[in-house]
């Protein structure tokens, strides 16, 4: 399925500006292609005013967002990738949504994922273990009764 977070930011967005109140879209500034004025930029973070009469030419789409402002007087294309979107609050009164970050990194074709690892130090029977990235060899199982 598509991912539902730009469907919201339109709808949070609508719901904002329906209230008569300023849509603040909080963008992560230190994602790739992510391209805003660096002199705005605290924290590796940017507020970024998306309301009608601070911008020109919104564009939301499935994978960016895209408009024309100005900031301190200056003109700048602004574009985030959906993904570098951490939420969108409303100014007034800070109602709004705020998206879960994904830390895990997408996984890679020629090998597994980092969750599919276990836990440096840590083994399934609970005692301290080497990770070496590889997975046990399957044989025959090898329970013993005990009486």
Known sequence: MNSSVPYLIRAINEWILDNNCT???VVDATMDDVSVPLAHVKDGQIVL?????AIRNLSISGEYIMFSGRFAGIAHE??????????IISKENGEGMWFPRDEEPEPTPD?????????????SDGSSAE????????GPPSLKVVK
């Open 78 to 87: 602004v574009y985030a990738p959906i993904g570098a979107v951490m939420g």
């Open 111 to 123: 090998g597994p994922s980092p969750g599919d690892l276990p836990l440096e130090g840590s083994s």
């Open 23 to 25: 849509p603040y879209m």
């Open 49 to 53: 005013n998306i309301g009608p009469q």
């Open 131 to 138: 990770v070496t990235g590889k997975k046990p060899k399957k």
